[in-house]
């Protein structure tokens, strides 16, 4: 059973463009969300987080939204630069259970084009 | 060092040999988690540490698989009896505390690839 899903594989988006990245979540006990971003050969960075105490967090050209009630949240980049060029993965994770588990998604390859 | 460091990189070893996988935290860092992570697939927890002591390890898949951190910072994961499905990539990660936060990272290492033939 997949509690949290991306069900885009891929994406590409032109140099300038809005990138935007979806996920989805089953599970109701999570609430607290992050963005991964992951090159070839390298282990998976942090990029941004959410508490589902709120629905949006900005930090420069990352956004991400949450909507609670549709179990969905979403990574916007703007604009998108070739640098970004990644794969992208969202994990979730119930804080109130005090493990160290995050349970993550299959992942989104973003291909920025120049 | 300056990061997570794992070793080896690389593993090749025969179906029904014993493996054993080292993770090498950022210093000072309390929390020590493995995950695993298929192709095409996202991290899979496996267990996790704070300090010396094994907190959760309900994502170990069976009793061939077992981790210990017993200074509280390096951690190995063993494998016993490996079979073909072990194969993956075994990733350690670290942060300075447990819990999520917004000011608690969690830092991946690069992992390491096993593959049982």
């Known amino acids: 059973d997949q509690q949290v899903k991306q069900n885009s594989p891929s994406l590409s988006v032109q140099e300038g463009r809005i990138s935007i990245l979806n996920c989805d979540y089953t599970?109701?006990?999570?609430?607290?969300f992050l963005w991964y971003k992951k090159y070839p050969a390298e282990g998976p960075t942090f990029l941004i987080s959410?508490?589902?105490?709120?629905d949006k967090n900005e930090d420069g050209r990352f956004t991400v939204f949450l909507n609670k009630s549709a179990k969905h949240l979403s990574l916007h980049i703007v604009p998108s630069q070739p640098g970004d060029s990644a794969v992208y993965f969202c994990?979730?994770?119930?804080?109130?259970?005090?493990?160290?588990?995050?349970?993550f998604g299959q992942g989104t390859t973003l291909q920025v084009k120049p | 060092g300056a990061g997570v460091s794992q070793s080896p990189r690389y593993k090749v070893t025969k179906r029904g040999q014993d493996v054993a996988l080292r993770c090498d935290p950022i210093?000072?860092?309390?929390?020590l988690y493995w995950y695993r992570q298929a192709l095409g697939q996202g991290p899979e927890f496996l267990t996790y540490?704070?300090?010396?002591?094994?907190?959760?390890k309900s994502g170990l898949p069976n009793d061939r698989f077992s981790a210990e951190r017993p200074e509280g910072s390096i951690s190995t994961l063993t494998i016993q009896r490996t079979e073909q499905r072990d194969s993956a990539m075994y990733r350690c990660?670290?942060?300075?505390?447990?819990?999520?936060?917004?000011?608690?990272?969690?830092?991946f290492g690069e992992g390491s690839w096993l593959t049982v033939v």
């Open positions: 540490f704070n300090y010396e002591a094994q907190q959760d």
């Open positions: 210093s000072g860092h309390v929390s």
């Open positions: 959410i508490s589902s105490i709120k």
């Open positions: 990660a670290s942060s300075l505390f447990g819990g999520f936060s917004s000011g608690n990272t969690i830092y």
């Open positions: 994990a979730a994770t119930g804080r109130s259970s005090n493990t160290g588990k995050l349970i």
């Open positions: 599970n109701s006990m999570f609430d607290y």
